[in-house]
């Protein structure tokens, strides 16, 4: 049971924290821009995560749901059928990013053409999806440690005291727009996850455990943040940390860069495949059509359409875990 519920916690974690950990821009936007409240804010972000996620993945469990959609069609009822047509744009839109975004690691980390990346990405995905579900768990089961041991560096390189501020009454929802947001793109996994482990007290200690790991890599990462001058300024900040502190790190910290960035990846690349092989007799055919048009999609700029997708997406988000807290839940 422990294996199988650490199994559920790292892909709790590599799906929830995605490329936003890597980067250190996500944190700042959610909690670090908030002064030292963010800690306690982090604190509300674990217990939440902890709560919604198992309740989604026990819901989806009771239900027999194998994707998204089904899960979405017993939360949203009649509209779910627009709202997972909605969702498909918006995942497709951030799934063909964090390819790009892998692209971007190989130009400008490794010095190499980004389409070696893009390719290399492509490649790798296809064999993980081979796999399936036992894929994603492998990835994870990779990626997730290396990210605890880079937080717990983190944490231990830097001391300081962090700056108390009057937060503005925004702050106090901050929390929930985070878990709000990564729940609903993470459902994509963790509904097909939670029906194929069955058991219950598997899933709510593998909830408990991804909760207080998000919760760990969250601190240790805003503590960081938040000694950092001018921490607003950087679009990678985390980055900025890394070369002041753990230079002798930054090996560690462009493999989690793309670690993160490709267990977002193939977390996308899941959810899409489960819906469109629906339709079609040949599954294989569908992933690699699929990965040729994020390709394609990846060497557009897009940033005007996620302009707009984001704030609605944000918004669907904190209805759905409205619902998920309000429907009942299945016998």
Do not use: C
Request: glycine share 8%; no cysteine; hydrophobic share 60%.
């Amino acid at each position: 049971m422990w294996m199988r519920a650490i199994q559920i916690a790292f892909v709790y974690v590599g799906t929830v924290v995605g490329a936003g950990f890597a980067t250190g821009k996500e944190i700042v936007q959610f909690f670090t821009q908030y002064g030292a409240i963010g800690m306690g804010m982090i604190v509300v972000s674990g217990g939440a995560i902890h709560f919604f996620g198992t309740r989604l993945m026990i819901m989806a469990n009771r239900l027999h749901a194998r994707s998204y959609e089904q899960f979405n069609a017993y939360l949203f009822g009649k509209v779910s059928v627009v709202v997972n047509l909605f969702m498909f744009v918006v995942l497709f839109s951030v799934t063909a990013v964090m390819l790009s975004g892998a692209g971007a690691v190989f130009e400008e980390q490794l010095h190499m053409p980004a389409y070696v990346g893009l390719l290399f990405t492509m490649v790798v995905t296809f064999v993980t999806m081979l796999f399936g579900l036992n894929g994603i768990l492998s990835v994870n089961m990779v990626v997730v440690p290396l990210m605890i041991i880079f937080s717990l560096s983190i944490a231990m390189m830097n001391g300081g005291d962090i700056v108390w501020t009057k937060p503005p009454l925004a702050a106090f929802f901050s929390p929930f727009a985070y878990v709000a947001f990564n729940l609903a793109m993470a459902q994509v996994v963790l509904v097909p996850l939670a029906t194929e482990v069955k058991d219950e007290r598997t899933i709510r200690l593998g909830g408990w455990l991804g909760g207080m790991l998000l919760m760990f890599i969250l601190f240790s990462s805003h503590l960081a943040l938040s000694l950092l001058p001018n921490f607003q300024s950087y679009s990678i900040p985390m980055a900025e940390v890394v070369k002041r502190s753990l230079a002798s790190f930054y090996g560690l910290y462009v493999v989690i860069i793309y670690g993160e960035i490709f267990t977002s990846f193939i977390a996308g690349v899941f959810g899409l495949h489960r819906k469109l092989a629906l339709f079609f007799r040949t599954p294989i055919f569908v992933l690699i059509a699929l990965l040729i048009a994020m390709y394609a999609f990846s060497l557009v700029g897009y940033h005007s359409l996620l302009t707009v997708l984001y704030p609605l997406f944000g918004y669907m988000s904190i209805i759905f875990i409205f619902l998920l807290f309000y429907r009942k839940m299945p016998s």
